[in-house]
């Protein structure tokens, strides 16, 4: 029989030990339905996920709700919107009860005598003139000086078809200010006049980010695997989709047979009695989907599958490291 320590050596076995005590329990919270900008491909806005429920405005209201999330096994609270940074107060009724991920456009500067410690994610898509054109403004020139060598912060670059040969110079600003970041691809959801993916792009801009990887490891969070994975949709001869995605939430998950999937996952709207379909868009067609979280957790929740050569099991152990490091599991 194929087991673990069979094809791991020491220092391989002393890494998985380590990821495999961690137990990681996720849910995603909708902290607000506000937001102070509006891209253009935006998943919350532009599939209707912004209208499905009332915002409890009762700060009460959401530490119950959270001390019962915490009764429910969640250990990992990641806080996306809207907004989260325009409702701290709702943050910090999160962060002081459990390990707290907030995901931000990083204009609003998360104050870090409020939350030392707190993991912050700032969205970037592309370069200036993406942004420019996605997102109304260059938020990186605004982001990069809020956050500028704050340790407790990734920059979450979600990579357009327009930055193929352009990604160093985005890597190194950001290398500059002394933040980490970690690389996703644009899933376009408003159909975006030159920012849908072609035939070929995938394959060269999968190359790209090992590059990227490969010269920046001190920057760059990432693992050549899930390079492969979220650029090909395909692992261990398996597509994505559908009937494979882990980040479903559990009511919504009516799969037959059900696949691996994330325990007791749930995406909570911000109403806190609502839930959305899965990790992103409700109205999303899963065969376009490039949601960099959905696919490590993928790889993630079918560590047996990849129990089967060295290879594959490394492959799926630099991706759970990847994914410890970005939510501060483990140290970068
Ligand atoms: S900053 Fe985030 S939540 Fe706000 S519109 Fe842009 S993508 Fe949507
Ligand atoms: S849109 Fe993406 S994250 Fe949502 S169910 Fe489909 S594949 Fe999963």
């Not at 409890?56 to 209201?61: F, G, P």
């Not at 159909?191 to 190359?207: P, Y």
């Not at 060295?310 to 970005?326: Q, R, S, T």
């Amino acid at each position: 029989m194929i087991t673990v320590s069979s094809l791991l050596d020491n220092e391989w076995y002393e890494r998985y030990r380590k990821i495999s005590k961690l137990n990681i329990r996720s849910s995603i919270y909708d902290v607000t339905n506000r937001c102070n900008l509006r891209c253009r491909g935006c998943f919350f806005f532009s599939s209707g996920e912004h209208k499905a429920a009332k915002e409890e405005m009762d700060i009460l209201k959401w530490e119950r709700f959270i001390e019962k999330e915490k009764d429910r096994g969640v250990n990992l609270a990641i806080l996306i919107g809207g907004e989260p940074t325009l409702c701290l107060d709702r943050v910090e009724a999160f962060y002081k009860r459990l390990p707290t991920f907030c995901a931000t456009n990083g204009l609003i500067k998360v104050p870090r005598d409020r939350f030392p410690d707190m993991m912050v994610g700032i969205s970037l898509w592309g370069d200036e003139q993406d942004e420019k054109l996605l997102r109304g403004q260059d938020c990186f020139a605004i982001s990069s000086k809020n956050y500028e060598g704050d340790e407790y912060t990734y920059y979450l670059y979600t990579i357009t078809p327009r930055q193929l040969g352009k990604t160093e110079r985005i890597i190194k600003k950001i290398r500059d200010i002394g933040v980490k970041v970690h690389m996703q691809l644009l899933s376009n959801d408003e159909s975006v006049d030159g920012f849908s993916w072609r035939d070929g792009e995938l394959v060269d801009i999968c190359a790209e980010m090992d590059e990227m990887l490969d010269h920046y490891p001190d920057t760059v969070i990432s693992s050549r695997y899930y390079h492969k994975v979220i650029t090909s949709g395909n692992m261990l001869d398996r597509d994505f989709g559908w009937l494979e995605c882990p980040s479903v939430t559990e009511t919504f998950d009516n799969r037959n047979p059900k696949p691996k999937r994330l325990i007791h996952f749930i995406r909570w709207a911000s109403d806190l009695k609502t839930m959305h379909r899965c990790c992103t868009s409700e109205t999303r067609d899963c065969t376009t989907c490039k949601d960099g979280a959905a696919y490590m957790s993928w790889v993630m929740v079918n560590k047996k599958a990849h129990i089967r050569t060295a290879e594959d099991l490394k492959n799926w152990i630099e991706v759970y490291e990847m994914f410890a490091k970005l939510y501060r599991f483990i140290p970068w």
